[in-house]
Protein backbone atom coordinates (compact mmCIF):
# COMPACT_ATOMS: atom_id res chain seq x y z
CA UNK A 1 0.00 0.00 0.00
CA UNK A 2 1.89 2.75 -1.44
CA UNK A 3 -0.27 5.52 1.41
CA UNK A 4 1.32 3.55 4.11
CA UNK A 5 3.89 5.36 6.21
CA UNK A 6 6.75 3.19 7.52
CA UNK A 7 8.23 4.39 11.10
CA UNK A 8 11.08 3.17 12.97
CA UNK A 9 10.67 2.74 17.14
CA UNK A 10 13.47 2.22 18.96
CA UNK A 11 14.15 1.55 22.46
CA UNK A 12 10.58 -0.75 23.67
CA UNK A 13 7.89 2.53 23.54
CA UNK A 14 5.40 1.53 26.15
CA UNK A 15 2.92 -0.81 24.82
CA UNK A 16 0.22 1.59 24.58
CA UNK A 17 2.66 3.69 22.35
CA UNK A 18 3.15 1.04 20.29
CA UNK A 19 -0.51 -0.03 19.74
CA UNK A 20 -1.13 3.64 18.85
CA UNK A 21 1.78 3.87 16.30
CA UNK A 22 0.83 0.76 14.87
CA UNK A 23 -3.15 2.06 13.95
CA UNK A 24 -1.46 4.47 11.66
CA UNK A 25 1.92 3.43 10.52
CA UNK A 26 3.67 0.42 9.26
CA UNK A 27 6.33 0.01 12.52
CA UNK A 28 9.73 -1.40 12.67
CA UNK A 29 10.38 -2.40 15.89
CA UNK A 30 14.26 -1.90 16.81
CA UNK A 31 16.77 -2.41 19.80
CA UNK A 32 20.22 -2.44 19.62
CA UNK A 33 20.10 -5.91 18.87
CA UNK A 34 18.74 -5.26 15.55
CA UNK A 35 18.85 -1.86 15.03
CA UNK A 36 21.46 -3.00 11.99
CA UNK A 37 19.40 -5.42 10.45
CA UNK A 38 15.73 -3.04 10.91
CA UNK A 39 17.82 -0.39 8.88
CA UNK A 40 20.11 -2.46 5.68
CA UNK A 41 16.38 -3.83 5.11
CA UNK A 42 13.70 -1.49 5.56
CA UNK A 43 15.67 1.93 5.45
CA UNK A 44 14.68 2.71 2.06
CA UNK A 45 11.55 3.43 3.07
CA UNK A 46 11.20 4.57 6.67
CA UNK A 47 9.42 8.14 7.01
CA UNK A 48 10.07 8.46 10.83
CA UNK A 49 11.57 7.50 13.72
CA UNK A 50 9.78 7.50 17.51
CA UNK A 51 12.78 7.11 20.05
CA UNK A 52 13.39 6.62 23.92
CA UNK A 53 16.82 8.34 23.42
CA UNK A 54 18.47 5.13 25.08
CA UNK A 55 20.27 4.43 21.53
CA UNK A 56 21.77 7.42 19.72
CA UNK A 57 19.98 8.86 16.76
CA UNK A 58 23.16 9.18 15.49
CA UNK A 59 24.48 10.68 12.09
CA UNK A 60 25.24 7.02 11.08
CA UNK A 61 21.67 6.17 11.49
CA UNK A 62 19.76 9.34 10.34
CA UNK A 63 22.38 8.91 6.65
CA UNK A 64 20.97 5.81 6.69
CA UNK A 65 17.57 6.71 5.99
CA UNK A 66 16.80 8.85 3.16
CA UNK A 67 13.17 9.62 3.12
CA UNK A 68 13.75 10.38 7.27
CA UNK A 69 11.08 13.68 7.51
CA UNK A 70 10.86 13.59 11.34
CA UNK A 71 12.53 12.14 14.91
CA UNK A 72 9.65 11.98 17.11
CA UNK A 73 11.73 11.69 20.70
CA UNK A 74 9.81 10.42 23.95
CA UNK A 75 11.27 12.75 26.68
CA UNK A 76 12.16 16.62 26.88
CA UNK A 77 15.81 15.82 26.62
CA UNK A 78 16.88 15.50 23.13
CA UNK A 79 20.52 14.86 23.62
CA UNK A 80 20.86 11.50 22.28
CA UNK A 81 19.77 12.79 18.74
CA UNK A 82 22.60 14.23 16.10
CA UNK A 83 20.56 17.02 15.37
CA UNK A 84 23.55 19.11 13.85
CA UNK A 85 22.62 15.85 10.95
CA UNK A 86 19.14 16.49 11.58
CA UNK A 87 19.11 19.92 10.40
CA UNK A 88 21.36 19.59 8.16
CA UNK A 89 18.85 17.22 6.15
CA UNK A 90 15.52 19.81 6.90
CA UNK A 91 14.42 16.92 9.03
CA UNK A 92 12.08 17.41 12.33
CA UNK A 93 12.71 17.00 15.46
CA UNK A 94 9.83 17.08 18.68
CA UNK A 95 10.06 16.22 22.25
CA UNK A 96 7.36 16.03 24.45
CA UNK A 97 7.95 19.58 26.92
CA UNK A 98 5.62 20.35 29.42
CA UNK A 99 3.94 17.45 30.66
CA UNK A 100 6.11 16.41 32.71
CA UNK A 101 7.21 19.47 34.43
CA UNK A 102 5.10 19.13 37.66
CA UNK A 103 5.60 15.54 37.61
CA UNK A 104 9.42 16.07 37.57
CA UNK A 105 8.89 18.99 39.82
CA UNK A 106 7.27 16.67 42.37
CA UNK A 107 9.63 14.01 42.18
CA UNK A 108 12.72 16.46 43.11
CA UNK A 109 12.03 17.73 45.75
CA UNK A 110 11.37 14.05 46.92
CA UNK A 111 14.73 13.16 45.83
CA UNK A 112 16.25 16.69 48.03
CA UNK A 113 14.26 15.59 51.12
CA UNK A 114 15.76 11.99 50.83
CA UNK A 115 19.07 13.30 50.05
CA UNK A 116 19.43 15.68 52.78
CA UNK A 117 16.86 13.80 55.42
CA UNK A 118 18.69 10.24 54.37
CA UNK A 119 15.52 8.45 53.67
CA UNK A 120 16.44 5.65 52.33
CA UNK A 121 19.41 5.52 54.61
CA UNK A 122 17.04 5.54 57.63
CA UNK A 123 14.84 2.57 55.88
CA UNK A 124 17.80 0.42 55.43
CA UNK A 125 18.72 0.89 58.69
CA UNK A 126 15.50 -0.03 60.07
CA UNK A 127 15.03 -2.98 58.16
CA UNK A 128 18.40 -4.25 59.32
CA UNK A 129 17.12 -4.02 62.96
CA UNK A 130 19.62 -1.08 64.24
CA UNK A 131 16.70 0.58 65.49
CA UNK A 132 16.78 -2.23 68.11
CA UNK A 133 20.01 -1.18 69.28
CA UNK A 134 19.93 2.49 69.28
CA UNK A 135 18.05 5.70 67.30
CA UNK A 136 19.19 6.64 63.92
CA UNK A 137 21.87 9.56 63.68
CA UNK A 138 20.95 13.38 62.98
CA UNK A 139 21.13 14.28 59.85
CA UNK A 140 21.82 17.11 57.47
CA UNK A 141 18.74 19.66 57.59
CA UNK A 142 16.90 22.04 54.37
CA UNK A 143 16.24 24.83 57.20
CA UNK A 144 19.63 26.11 57.01
CA UNK A 145 20.50 26.25 53.14
CA UNK A 146 20.37 28.29 50.58
CA UNK A 147 19.49 26.47 46.85
CA UNK A 148 21.45 26.78 43.74
CA UNK A 149 19.56 26.06 41.02
CA UNK A 150 21.51 25.06 37.84
CA UNK A 151 19.20 25.66 34.96
CA UNK A 152 16.08 27.62 35.50
CA UNK A 153 13.76 26.57 32.04
CA UNK A 154 10.43 25.19 32.79
CA UNK A 155 11.03 22.35 35.09
CA UNK A 156 13.63 24.31 36.80
CA UNK A 157 11.05 27.27 37.71
CA UNK A 158 8.52 23.85 38.81
CA UNK A 159 10.93 23.12 40.97
CA UNK A 160 12.04 26.22 42.79
CA UNK A 161 7.88 27.13 43.06
CA UNK A 162 8.04 24.38 45.24
CA UNK A 163 11.14 24.60 47.11
CA UNK A 164 9.88 28.49 47.78
CA UNK A 165 6.53 26.69 49.66
CA UNK A 166 9.30 25.33 51.94
CA UNK A 167 10.68 28.97 52.93
CA UNK A 168 14.13 28.71 51.51
CA UNK A 169 16.54 31.19 49.68
CA UNK A 170 16.67 30.13 45.72
CA UNK A 171 19.43 31.76 43.67
CA UNK A 172 20.07 30.19 40.40
CA UNK A 173 22.49 30.22 37.36
CA UNK A 174 21.61 30.60 33.58
CA UNK A 175 23.50 31.59 30.87
CA UNK A 176 21.14 34.23 30.69
CA UNK A 177 18.99 36.05 33.57
CA UNK A 178 15.44 34.12 32.64
CA UNK A 179 12.92 36.60 32.57
CA UNK A 180 10.11 36.87 34.72
CA UNK A 181 12.48 34.97 37.43
CA UNK A 182 12.76 37.42 40.44
CA UNK A 183 15.43 34.99 41.77
CA UNK A 184 19.26 36.44 42.21
CA UNK A 185 20.93 34.77 38.61
CA UNK A 186 24.61 33.99 38.65
CA UNK A 187 26.36 34.56 35.32
CA UNK A 188 29.11 32.13 36.82
CA UNK A 189 28.40 28.93 38.28
CA UNK A 190 31.42 28.54 40.78
CA UNK A 191 30.46 31.85 42.08
CA UNK A 192 26.91 31.02 42.86
CA UNK A 193 28.37 27.54 44.19
CA UNK A 194 30.20 28.67 46.64
CA UNK A 195 27.72 30.94 47.95
CA UNK A 196 25.31 28.56 48.46
CA UNK A 197 25.66 25.00 49.96
CA UNK A 198 22.35 23.06 47.69
CA UNK A 199 22.83 22.44 44.05
CA UNK A 200 20.06 21.06 41.52
CA UNK A 201 21.21 20.80 38.43
CA UNK A 202 18.22 20.50 35.46
CA UNK A 203 19.89 22.02 32.74
CA UNK A 204 19.71 19.74 29.36
CA UNK A 205 22.48 17.64 28.21
CA UNK A 206 24.74 17.86 25.48
CA UNK A 207 27.78 19.58 24.78
CA UNK A 208 27.52 22.61 25.94
CA UNK A 209 26.82 21.54 29.27
CA UNK A 210 29.25 18.64 29.50
CA UNK A 211 30.94 18.33 33.04
CA UNK A 212 29.90 21.90 33.67
CA UNK A 213 29.49 20.73 37.68
CA UNK A 214 33.13 19.15 38.05
CA UNK A 215 36.32 19.21 41.09
CA UNK A 216 36.27 22.73 40.95
CA UNK A 217 32.65 23.60 41.68
CA UNK A 218 32.59 20.99 44.59
CA UNK A 219 35.05 22.54 45.64
CA UNK A 220 33.52 25.60 45.72
CA UNK A 221 29.87 23.98 46.97
CA UNK A 222 32.64 23.21 50.26
CA UNK A 223 31.34 20.31 52.92
CA UNK A 224 27.91 20.85 53.50
CA UNK A 225 27.21 20.60 50.10
CA UNK A 226 24.72 18.56 48.53
CA UNK A 227 24.14 17.97 44.54
CA UNK A 228 20.89 17.03 43.10
CA UNK A 229 21.21 15.89 39.78
CA UNK A 230 17.87 15.57 37.27
CA UNK A 231 19.47 16.39 34.43
CA UNK A 232 21.60 14.20 32.36
CA UNK A 233 24.59 12.29 33.42
CA UNK A 234 26.80 13.81 31.56
CA UNK A 235 26.52 16.86 33.20
CA UNK A 236 28.72 16.09 35.99
CA UNK A 237 31.93 14.70 36.08
CA UNK A 238 31.03 11.34 37.81
CA UNK A 239 34.71 10.55 38.45
CA UNK A 240 35.24 13.90 40.36
CA UNK A 241 32.07 13.19 42.13
CA UNK A 242 32.84 10.61 43.66
CA UNK A 243 36.15 11.52 44.34
CA UNK A 244 33.91 14.23 46.33
CA UNK A 245 31.71 12.19 47.87
CA UNK A 246 34.46 9.94 49.00
CA UNK A 247 36.87 12.88 50.58
CA UNK A 248 34.42 14.89 52.26
CA UNK A 249 34.43 17.61 49.64
CA UNK A 250 31.05 17.06 49.54
CA UNK A 251 28.18 15.99 51.79
CA UNK A 252 26.16 13.94 49.82
CA UNK A 253 24.22 13.50 46.30
CA UNK A 254 20.80 12.34 45.15
CA UNK A 255 21.02 11.45 41.56
CA UNK A 256 18.66 10.24 39.03
CA UNK A 257 21.01 10.21 36.01
CA UNK A 258 24.35 8.76 35.24
CA UNK A 259 27.18 8.98 32.91
CA UNK A 260 26.51 5.43 31.41
CA UNK A 261 22.98 4.72 31.76
CA UNK A 262 22.06 1.67 32.93
CA UNK A 263 25.25 1.28 34.50
CA UNK A 264 26.27 2.88 37.69
CA UNK A 265 30.04 2.10 39.14
CA UNK A 266 30.69 0.13 41.81
CA UNK A 267 32.19 3.29 43.30
CA UNK A 268 29.32 5.34 43.45
CA UNK A 269 27.03 2.13 44.82
CA UNK A 270 29.51 2.00 47.76
CA UNK A 271 29.22 4.97 49.43
CA UNK A 272 26.68 5.95 52.31
CA UNK A 273 26.31 9.32 51.69
CA UNK A 274 24.59 9.08 48.01
CA UNK A 275 21.03 8.34 46.89
CA UNK A 276 20.76 6.86 43.52
CA UNK A 277 17.52 6.28 41.56
CA UNK A 278 17.35 4.71 38.21
CA UNK A 279 16.02 7.95 36.03
CA UNK A 280 12.77 7.66 37.41
CA UNK A 281 12.25 11.56 37.27
CA UNK A 282 8.70 11.09 34.95
CA UNK A 283 8.24 7.78 35.52
CA UNK A 284 4.49 7.10 36.54
CA UNK A 285 1.50 6.05 34.90
CA UNK A 286 0.17 9.30 34.69
CA UNK A 287 3.11 11.27 33.27
CA UNK A 288 4.58 8.61 30.67
CA UNK A 289 1.24 7.95 29.14
CA UNK A 290 0.45 11.67 28.57
CA UNK A 291 4.35 12.13 27.02
CA UNK A 292 3.44 8.81 24.95
CA UNK A 293 0.14 10.19 23.30
CA UNK A 294 2.58 13.24 22.42
CA UNK A 295 4.90 11.42 20.43
CA UNK A 296 2.41 9.53 18.45
CA UNK A 297 0.67 13.26 18.17
CA UNK A 298 3.48 14.93 16.72
CA UNK A 299 3.72 12.29 14.22
CA UNK A 300 -0.14 12.14 12.99
CA UNK A 301 0.03 15.60 12.88
CA UNK A 302 3.13 15.46 10.79
CA UNK A 303 1.74 12.97 8.02
CA UNK A 304 -1.26 14.57 8.18
CA UNK A 305 0.46 17.33 6.87
CA UNK A 306 -0.27 19.40 10.02
CA UNK A 307 3.55 20.46 10.85
CA UNK A 308 5.27 19.11 14.19
CA UNK A 309 3.18 19.96 17.68
CA UNK A 310 5.96 20.34 19.53
CA UNK A 311 9.12 20.74 17.39
CA UNK A 312 12.46 21.37 19.48
CA UNK A 313 13.84 24.87 19.27
CA UNK A 314 16.39 24.40 17.21
CA UNK A 315 14.67 22.14 14.56
CA UNK A 316 13.54 24.14 10.98
CA UNK A 317 9.99 24.71 11.88
CA UNK A 318 8.26 26.95 10.59
CA UNK A 319 10.66 29.47 9.14
CA UNK A 320 12.69 27.25 6.35
CA UNK A 321 11.01 23.66 5.75
CA UNK A 322 7.98 23.75 4.48
CA UNK A 323 5.29 20.65 5.16
CA UNK A 324 6.57 17.72 2.96
CA UNK A 325 3.75 15.57 3.58
CA UNK A 326 0.54 16.18 1.99
C1 LIG B 1 12.43 10.38 29.78
C2 LIG B 1 13.82 12.26 30.52
O1 LIG B 1 11.11 10.12 29.88
O2 LIG B 1 12.25 13.67 29.51
C3 LIG B 1 13.42 13.38 29.65
O3 LIG B 1 14.32 14.02 29.08
O4 LIG B 1 14.91 12.15 30.92
C4 LIG B 1 12.81 11.25 30.92
O5 LIG B 1 11.76 11.92 31.46
C5 LIG B 1 13.11 9.09 29.71
O6 LIG B 1 14.45 9.26 29.52
C6 LIG B 1 12.52 8.25 28.58
O7 LIG B 1 13.08 7.03 28.55
Known amino acids: MPDQVHILSMGQMMPAVDAALAQDFVVYQA ?3 NLASVVSQFGGVIRGIATRGRQRTDAALIAALPKLEVISNFGVGYDSI ?4 AMARGI ?3 NTPDVLNEEVADFTVGLVLSTIRELPQADRFLRDGKWLKGAYPLTQTLRDRTIGMVGM ?4 RAIAKRIAAFGVPIVYHSRKPQDGVDYRHYPDLKTMAS ?3 TLIAVVPGGAATKHMIDAGIFAALGPRGILINVA ?3 VVDQNALIDA ?9 GLDVFADEPNVPLALLVLPNVVLVPHIGSGTHHTRAVMGELVVDNLRSWFAGKGPLTPVAE ?3 PKTCKTKSA
Not at 82 to 85: R, S, T
Not at 245 to 253: M, P, S, V
Open 31 to 33: GSE
Open 153 to 156: GRIG
Open 315 to 317: TPW
Open 92 to 94: IVT
Open 82 to 85: DLAA
Open 195 to 197: DVD
Open 245 to 253: LRDGIIHGA
Open 232 to 234: RGS
